[in-house]
């Protein structure tokens, strides 16, 4: 069954990205007051993924690992390039 997780965890949006099928749907970036980003993930399992990152059982590929968090963190990148260009 597909869900949705919504998370500002960096590690847990590449964890999950990284060992699923799942897709990225909306990132949120907000720079007003204290800064935040979420990140909503629509996938199978996602609940079961979570818990295992978050009971620290969790097993990933380092190299695909490594690849989702490049790919979130390029995201919040450009969102704050936008912002301070005026886009």
Partial sequence: MSET??????W????ILSESDAE????????????SILFSIK???????AKSYYKQEALAN??????????????????RRQRKSGR
Avoid: H, M, P, W
């Avoid at 847990?12 to 964890?15: E, F, Q, R, S």
């Avoid at 990225?24 to 800064?35: N, Y």
């Fill in 5 to 10: 997780l919504t998370t500002c965890d960096l």
């Fill in 12 to 15: 847990l949006g590449g964890y």
């Fill in 24 to 35: 990225l749907k909306d990132v949120q970036v907000s720079f007003e007051g204290r800064k």
């Fill in 43 to 49: 996938g199978e399992d996602l609940n079961e993924l």
């Fill in 62 to 79: 380092v190299a695909e690992l490594r690849a989702k968090l490049n790919f979130l963190r390029d995201i919040i990148f450009e969102s």
